[in-house]
């Protein structure tokens, strides 16, 4: 029978939120000035000389990409950084001998990071809209791809740190893939100022269907149908979800 | 009729082809202090493993007080508690948070007067609002004891627990074993200190190879050496003939 010890489930998630916001000029205020100067340089020096893409002047099209970018981080290092770091010093042995399921670690994980991400991305949202002006095209359609998205870069943190064995496995999601699929994702362009064949493979990049998500909830306008980006942010986020809770469960290089 | 505290059968650990574990069957009944001694690598540590959850039995089956530690894991675990060998601390929390949110996680309430009087019994009242990573070894070890008390188990497994610890620090966790006993907490403790298993223990298990060698009440224990001192009798043990690892 499915059973949830709701006791052990907040009082992780706590832990979690704790554990962030102890350390919050380096989880929250360090994204948030990394960002602001790609925004400075893209968006202010660059924004005069390109002035509009699809419609938007040049330094509003950066926004909800920006955002993203600081959100994807966030959810992702908050998850893998607190797990691997419990494996390395040993703390998760709290975790392993406590009445826990995979239930209660992903929600309390996922729920801590996702939080986090919120929290990065409305700072980035409130310096971006000091430069530009607030926007908000569909509150709604935001508020979905954002929880679809960290949702899903906090499971896919989880994994890496299940599956991580030193400092140099952990940097391996982050470097070589997260950084090159967002850069390409259409953060700072819009695909349809590539030429062919990159235009066709951008769009195989899942990172592009989040960016153009949140564009179109932030600004109205998106490079793919934001119905059909939805639905594949949602079918992934399944994907995972399902992946990690079978790990978590099996306790895949945590149980021996 | 009342379950022992601790059952396993026949209980097995292969990592490949090497048995960490192999084929072990031990009962412990409630309120009795069993300790399990060994050479490096006799497999103690797994075998804590496999009851608390550390590890992933290959075979056998474990009940703690009846509940099975697989099937019934929520149950069985809240009536354990576990003080690894490797100390570990979480450098963002104090002793103080550290209490509250291990007990948080066995599922109960945190009860800030309950970690404040553990604090306090573990001479860490001084220190509570420290970073953990500011305490000395001694103090990180007596919080470990503390965080595996703090949700009250009834089985309590030490793996350890005085190695590396100095004369007097050692003395107090004697003290607090004896003390545990007299409240029926039933302990298991691993420990190379052969004189800790003759001043605590009340039956004496002995571990080589993943096998368990012998298990007997420390009176008997000491019976075979005819004179000779746990550590003689120990040696001779470990020494007999080379049990087979099961196929």
């Given at each position: 029978m499915f059973a949830v010890d709701w006791i052990a489930l907040r009082t992780l998630l706590s832990k979690e939120v704790r554990r962030f916001a102890k350390v919050w000029s380096q989880t929250v205020v360090s994204p948030l000035v990394s960002t602001s100067l790609y925004f400075l340089v893209f968006g202010v020096a660059l924004g005069s000389r390109l002035r509009n893409v699809g419609g938007v002047p040049y330094m509003e099209y950066v926004v909800p990409g920006l955002i993203m970018?600081?959100?994807?981080?966030?959810?992702?290092?908050?998850?893998?950084?607190?797990?691997?770091?419990?494996?390395?010093?040993?703390?998760?042995?709290?975790?392993?001998?406590?009445?826990?399921?995979?239930?209660e670690m992903l929600v309390a994980y996922l729920g801590a990071a996702m939080l986090r991400a919120?929290?990065?991305?409305?700072?980035?949202?409130g310096v971006a809209a000091a430069f530009v002006g607030p926007k908000l095209a569909h509150p709604g359609w935001t508020l979905l791809f954002s929880a679809a998205?960290?949702?899903?870069?906090?499971?896919?943190?989880?994994?890496?740190?299940?599956?991580?064995?030193?400092?140099d496995h952990l940097a391996v999601v982050p470097n070589f893939v997260l950084t090159p699929l967002t850069f390409l994702g259409g953060v700072f362009y819009s695909v349809?100022?590539?030429?062919?064949?990159?235009?066709?493979?951008?769009?195989?990049?899942?990172?592009?269907?989040?960016?153009?998500?949140?564009?179109?909830?932030?600004l109205?306008?998106?490079?793919?149908?934001?119905?059909?980006?939805?639905?594949?942010?949602?079918?992934?986020?399944?994907?995972i979800l399902a992946a990690v809770a079978r790990l978590l469960a099996r306790g895949y290089k945590l149980r021996s | 009729m009342t379950p022992p505290a601790l059952r396993c059968d026949?209980?097995?650990?292969?990592?490949?082809?090497?048995?960490?574990?192999?084929?072990?069957?031990?009962?412990?009944?409630?309120?009795?202090?069993?300790?399990?001694?060994?050479?490096?690598?006799?497999?103690?540590?797994?075998?804590?493993?496999?009851i608390t959850g550390l590890v992933n039995a290959t075979g056998g089956t474990i009940t703690v007080f009846g509940q099975d530690v697989r099937r019934d894991f929520r149950t069985a675990r809240r009536l354990v508690g576990l003080v690894p060998q490797e100390i570990n601390f979480d450098p963002f929390f104090t002793p103080l948070e550290s209490l509250m949110i291990q007990m948080g996680l066995m599922g109960q309430r945190p009860d800030r007067a309950w970690c404040e009087e553990l604090l306090d019994r573990f001479a860490l009242s001084?220190?509570?609002?420290?970073?953990?990573?500011h305490l000395s070894g001694g103090m990180k070890r007596r919080l470990l004891v503390a965080k595996a008390l703090v949700?009250?188990?009834?089985?309590?497994?030490?793996?350890?627990?005085?190695?590396?610890?100095?004369?007097?620090?050692?003395?107090?966790?004697?003290?607090?074993?004896?003390?545990?006993?007299?409240?029926?907490?039933?302990?298991?403790?691993?420990?190379?200190?052969?004189?800790?298993?003759?001043?605590?223990?009340?039956?004496?298990?002995?571990?080589?190879r993943g096998r368990l060698l012998v298990v007997e009440p420390r009176e008997a224990m000491l019976a075979r050496g005819q004179g000779r001192s746990l550590e003689e009798i120990f040696v001779e043990l470990v020494h007999s003939e080379e049990p087979p690892c099961s196929p």
């Open positions: 970018l600081a959100m994807i981080n966030a959810a992702f290092l908050n998850t893998s950084s607190s797990l691997f770091q419990s494996k390395i010093n040993g703390t998760v042995v709290d975790l392993l001998v406590a009445p826990i399921g995979p239930f919120f929290i990065v991305g409305t700072l980035v949202y998205v960290t949702a899903s870069f906090a499971a896919l943190g989880l994994i890496s740190a299940l599956w991580a064995e030193k400092f349809q100022m590539l030429p062919p064949p990159w235009d066709t493979l951008s769009r195989l990049n899942p990172i592009l269907y989040m960016v153009n998500g949140l564009r179109y909830g932030i109205g306008v998106s490079d793919v149908p934001p119905g059909r980006a939805l639905i594949l942010l949602l079918t992934l986020l399944l994907l | 026949q209980v097995v650990k292969r990592y490949g082809d090497f048995c960490a574990v192999d084929r072990v069957s031990l009962e412990v009944d409630g309120g009795e202090i069993v300790a399990l001694l060994g050479p490096n690598g006799a497999g103690k540590t797994t075998l804590i493993g496999c001084d220190r509570r609002d420290a970073y953990t990573r949700h009250r188990p009834k089985l309590l497994f030490l793996d350890e627990p005085t190695a590396g610890v100095d004369v007097e620090l050692r003395k107090s966790l004697w003290d607090e074993v004896r003390r545990l006993r007299s409240e029926g907490t039933t302990v298991l403790l691993t420990t190379h200190y052969l004189e800790e298993a003759e001043e605590l223990a009340d039956r004496i298990a002995v571990m080589r």
